[in-house]
């Protein structure tokens, strides 16, 4: 049991690992990610490569959403933009993914911040319904937009190469997208302490307080944008490489409205419940065929009922966290850790 917080130097008060036992599990969780997929069959790697792109892309929106309070439902919009650049980059100039990602990264922020512009003046439900506009006009653009997007058809995505290495299949991609995730994740704990961090959370919580202590709301809400919109291209590259195509289908509004479910059940506010919620969120349909599978020997029909729930499903998880744990499984884990922090002195 803990029964002080002493720190004798400020590197020791800024550290993110800040005890040795976090240092270990933390180590024992790097040594678990690398091993995993020399042990792991094929349908687990390709669950884990989905949990690391969702990962990637709920981050961005929680730093939009969650910590600076802007709601978007155009997050597929910015990760389509990212996966149609990486694309068309790889097919048409053989690019390499050192190239391809940070490309994609930037074309989505381009893009975030021609949607984030109105932010200033709107704000709730209309900058929610101008980012569904974004959403609207982005998918009329891969549909039309055919000698850039290839139109319903799509693109397809050659296998990207790294240092030489042609990374064709589900496992050989588990590297960078587990690399880019980790990456991802450790910027965004670090921001949140940074000043710009501190910026985005003041505007979040009252922006006229915050442009009173001076911080430009423009600027920094223009900032959020670009930095959601950054991490969602990144992770629509990557899921460009992961599907091997990319096609107007993969990123509709029900996309959108899955990533905000992610940052809900996680957590808003919280980078660990960005992981938390697209484990979880990923998982969820998963369970469902499990559950389809263990039930088809006695109910031939048990697919096609449960198929369509994993909707229902969704909708039911937002609410029910929502009304009954409204900071998500973050808090949940921040409980949990605290219980056993004053274990067994709990009162």
């Not at 670009?226 to 990319?246: E, P, Q, R, T």
């Not at 039930?295 to 994993?310: D, I």
Request: hydrophobic share 55%; aromatic share 12%.
């Amino acid at each position: 049991m803990l029964i002080g917080d002493f720190k004798e130097t400020y590197a020791a008060d800024e550290a993110l690992l800040r005890t040795p036992t976090v240092r270990v599990w933390v180590g024992v969780l790097v040594v678990g990610l690398v091993l995993f997929p020399f042990v792991a069959g094929d349908y687990l790697v390709y669950l884990a490569d989905l949990v690391g792109i969702t990962v990637i892309s709920a981050i961005g929106l929680n730093l939009l959403t969650g910590f600076t309070g802007l709601i978007s439902l155009g997050h597929a919009a910015f990760m389509g933009v990212g996966a149609y650049t990486a694309a068309g980059l790889a097919a048409r100039w053989g690019l390499p993914l050192w190239v391809t990602l940070p490309a994609a990264g930037a074309s989505a922020a381009l893009f975030g911040v021609i949607v984030g512009a109105p932010s200033l003046r709107i704000k709730g439900l209309y900058l929610a319904m101008a980012t569904l506009a974004a959403q609207v006009i982005a998918e009329f653009a891969f549909v039309h937009l055919e000698p850039i997007t290839g139109g319903i058809r799509g693109i397809n995505v050659p296998a990207p190469s790294l240092l030489g290495f042609e990374l064709g299949s589900d496992r050989a991609l588990y590297g960078p997208i587990v690399a880019v995730a980790a990456l991802g994740t450790w910027f965004a704990a670090n921001l949140k302490r940074s000043a710009p961090g501190r910026a985005f959370v003041a505007v979040r919580d009252r922006d006229i307080s915050a442009e009173l202590m001076g911080i430009s709301l423009f600027q920094t809400k223009l900032r959020a944008f670009a930095l959601g919109s950054f991490y969602a291209g990144v992770a629509g590259a990557l899921w460009a490489y992961f599907m091997k195509v990319v096609t107007p289908e993969h990123f509709p509004l029900t996309m959108s409205i899955h990533y905000l479910a992610v940052v809900i059940v996680g957590g808003l506010g919280t980078v660990i419940g960005s992981i938390f919620g697209a484990v979880f969120m990923t998982l969820v349909p998963e369970g469902l065929r499990a559950l389809a599978g263990m039930v088809r020997p006695y109910y031939p029909e048990a697919m096609t009922v449960l198929s369509p729930l994993s909707d229902v499903v969704f909708g039911g998880l937002i609410v029910g966290f929502l009304l009954f744990e409204p900071h998500g499984l973050a808090e949940v884990w921040q409980r949990t850790k605290r219980f056993f922090r004053l274990w067994p002195f709990v009162h």
